[in-house]
């Protein structure tokens, strides 16, 4: 329950006005930053909502895969660069992506990633890597700015970011080819 209480005080210090000016202000903050840490508050606060749903989470979300579905749903919509200046323009967007991150993509995640196997979990890994490679080339090579609201410099930094994620991504899916992961995980269950 803890954990719950941990990612509800990160989703409002996030929310506050001063955090979220703060956060907004240069692109690779707000990308790379606030957008993560609002995801991770709601992996923290998803055991609460797994437990007193449990018949919905049962029902709607059983193999895993429609929670997977929506999680890479809402991180497409959220690298899109329009999706980013209207969050900052329109307080209703920014609003659903206060609600989106957390709730409609980290709490599915949660759920989904203990009902998953190993290779649907490569595979999504696999795919966060590609797409992170697009967004980092569309970024870092794109001659104009694709968000209105920063400049192109903070466009190129937020571009940097995403090779640097998408190469770590990359390296972890080699790592777990190449070793025997079972243990680890014989281990820590004893």
């Known amino acids: 329950m803890k954990q719950f209480w941990y990612g509800l005080v990160l989703f409002l210090f996030l929310a506050l ?45 059983r193999s895993g895969l429609p929670g997977i579905i929506l999680f890479l749903i809402i991180v497409m919509y959220w690298m899109v660069p329009k999706a980013m200046d209207e969050s900052l323009e329109i307080m209703a967007v920014e609003a659903f992506k206060f609600i989106s991150l957390p709730f409609l993509a980290g709490v599915p995640l949660r ?10 979990e490569s595979i999504l890994l696999l795919v966060l890597a590609i797409l992170f490679s697009i967004m980092a080339y569309l970024y870092i ?13 903070d466009q ?11 190469l770590c991504l990359i390296l972890y899916l080699v790592l777990t080819l190449f070793t025997d992961q079972s243990q680890y995980y014989d281990e820590a269950s004893t």
């Not at 759920?111 to 649907?120: E, H, N, Q, V, Y």
Request: charged content about 15%; overall charge positive.
């Open 111 to 120: 759920d989904s990633w203990s009902k998953i196997g190993k290779a649907t």
């Open 141 to 153: 090579f794109f001659e104009s700015t694709l968000c209105n609201n920063y400049l192109l410099v």
């Open 17 to 61: 006005p001063p955090v979220r000016h703060l956060l907004e202000s240069i692109m690779a903050f707000h990308m790379h930053m606030q957008m993560p840490l609002l995801f991770v508050s709601g992996l923290l606060m998803a055991p609460f909502f797994m437990k007193h749903f449990r018949q919905f989470f049962g029902k709607w979300n």
């Open 156 to 166: 190129k930094t937020v571009g940097w970011g995403f090779a640097f994620f998408s």
